[in-house]
């Protein structure tokens, strides 16, 4: 066999896909010795921290380099004495995180997973792990930390040295230079860090001095830089008049009851003793824990500085090279959806999600509805690997997969999802979501249509979204989702043959601009029951069995306007006695033999995301687990890095807690609330709202 000599560096590998062969399989470790012509590895691979050889070199073994990804000495080391092989790949697929990990210096707190939960501590020192007499083993690196006590600073109890820690233990970085000496906890008394020397280990990297020099430039004063705008979501720091700086997330915006300024509204990280759970002078604005809403005029925020070296690594990148991606392992097993308790970690950040590329958001944020946490269509899309579609493949390999395990999809895989449709205008035109949802459940998952409605005329027809369609003077001006669906329903005279598994509901609004309703109310739960043909109903009145049903009814005031109005026979002849209602016609409503006489269970779907549009742009909310707080925002083009030619858009996902505190009010209270002054998220979600998507309650958002 033909082989070459490697030259120059060690060349370390994982193994990221592939199955086992000649010693190497999917998370090995391995040393690169030679490479054969056709672009095989041949090299050594470690055992890592299960084995009783631990860092031990074993024998030789080949691999594809395609089935790899290259690794420097320190992050094979630091990878290694991670016992699980899936944990390995999770944190490679977490670059941001990971290349933290990489850097972490002496005193950088952190936050790691401990069996009491997630606990901070301080790295105090770098451990190398193995038998220092054998000059080829690759000694595995783990971290010494010390737990720092919410209410004491650092832990006093220290009868046994620090404990050890691998980098997957560790699920949060905060650089030294960013921890005020003097941090003030719940009981209000200052805790100065124990700094004690402690020798370091010539492989930890010693880039403080560096981190804070770029700190520095970032600081210093320029006339020409504008301050960074800030906004609902946005990391913030606040220094007190003591030097203390304490650091937390935006969650309202506004101006307070007796202040003339704009003034926000924190959720910090940390208890602070004298801060509330969201309220200021008994009015509530957010909901968090208690000890964590810190009210400030905007004035006295600043960008959270612990951030500022990472914007300055992301300016070094050139514009026609984005960050490189991790290629994803080749395995015929699916992954399901993100589950509640890893969303946030996997998803949250920019460059997460899908990335946007020549005008492809309708199609970003609505794979990211469909995909990301629901299970809606996981049957349909994962069939058998011999009787699918190669754009089917596409789909569920480079787009759905690479989602749920990586938690970004980069520009070339939608692209080339979009050349597969077939049709030119997918791939430079921006099309509308209704029409790309069709194609999609249609040709690509071959699905027959998702709803089945009887008309007027005892004709059935299939489709896969629903079109609102009504007379404005039929609804108030700021409906609910519930009121437009019953109220087209019953203007069109139509039905649901059956309960959909899935509903789309396309909200009245034509083109890109204009909207026939400025704000629209979600509503969490649909109730289908009386939309269904030949299903038992209630009357409106006395809850028994209805039996007419009365379309001129619907915006009667004294009736609840916007709601269907049917009535059993005693209920009806009352009420169309009134000389208002003397004129209407009730429609007699078609009951199956055998049917009870009282009504049955109510038919409900739960709202699991929202296509929004601004102009010409589309976004998505996502709730991505079974909390009410579990929502996300998701923009494929929330940045750009370069010009149109050489450049690259940045996608973005932000958890908006405060959606779920909005949408829990009743629907009273969210129809008094003014949307410019109740948060970006929320006011997006009332005026930019296009579709909403429904699934039945059986199937769940993971848990």
Known sequence: METKATVGKERFFIVVRGKARKGFCRGCIGLVEAETQRGELMGLFYSGSGSNNAGSPKSGGIVKR????????????????????????????????????????????????????????????????????NQEDLHMLGFEVEFVD?????????PAPPPLFSAADISQVVPSYSVPFGLHWRDGTGAALNRKAVTRINSMPSLGS??????????????????????????????????????????????????????????????????SDGTYDGKRYFSCKGNRALFVPVTKCSPDSRFLCSAARQETLKPSEPPSVPPLEDSEEDAPPISETEALSLLVGRMKGIQGHFNSCYLDATLFCLFSSSTILDNICHKSSGSEQPITCTLRKDIVNRLRRQGFVPAESVMNFRKQLGCDTYLKEEKDPEEFITVLLQRVLCKEPLLKLRSRGETSQGAYTFQIILDKEQVEQMPTVQQLLDISFM????????????????????????????????STELDITDLLYNSPRECFVCGRLAEYECLQCLPDRKLQPGRIKQFCTICNTQVHTHPSRQEHSPKTLALPEGV????????????????????????????????????????????????????????????????????????EQIAQANPSQAGEPVRRLL????MFLYQRPSISLQE
């Open 66 to 133: 395609e089935d790899t990804y290259p690794l420097s000495r320190h992050q094979a080391q630091l990878l290694l004495f991670v016992s699980s092989v899936n944990k390995r790949l999770e944190l490679l697929c977490n670059p941001q995180l990971f290349s933290a990990i990489c850097e972490l210096s002496q005193d950088d707190l952190v936050v790691v997973k401990h069996k009491k939960g997630h606990l901070p501590g301080l790295v105090k020192n770098l451990m190398l792990i193995g038998r220092k007499d």
């Open 150 to 158: 919410s209410d004491n600073g650092v832990s006093s109890k220290k």
């Open 210 to 275: 560096h981190r804070r020099q770029i700190l520095e430039n970032h600081q210093s004063p320029n006339p020409h830089n504008s301050r960074a705008p800030l906004e609902m979501g946005s990391i913030v720091e606040v220094k007190s008049n003591t030097g203390v700086t304490v650091y937390g997330v935006i969650r309202w915006m506004g101006i307070l009851n007796g202040k003339t300024n704009e003034w926000v509204g924190i959720e910090l990280d940390y208890d602070v003793n004298g801060c």
């Open 491 to 522: 203007s069109c005279d139509l039905k649901f043959e059956e309960v959909p598994s899935f509903l789309i509901v396309q909200m009245p609004r034509f083109g890109k601009k204009y909207k026939m309703f400025p704000h629209i109310i979600p």
């Open 596 to 667: 009870p006489c009282a009504p049955g269970t109510r038919h409900t779907m739960q709202l699991f995301a929202v296509l929004c549009i601004q102009t010409s742009h589309y976004v998505s909310f996502v709730k991505y687990g079974p909390d009410p707080r579990s929502w996300l925002f998701f923009d494929s083009m929330a940045d750009r890095y370069g010009d149109d030619r050489s450049g690259y858009n940045i996608p973005e996902i932000k958890a908006c807690p405060e959606l779920g505190d909005f949408l829990s009010q009743s629907e």
């Open 687 to 690: 005026c930019d709202s296009y």
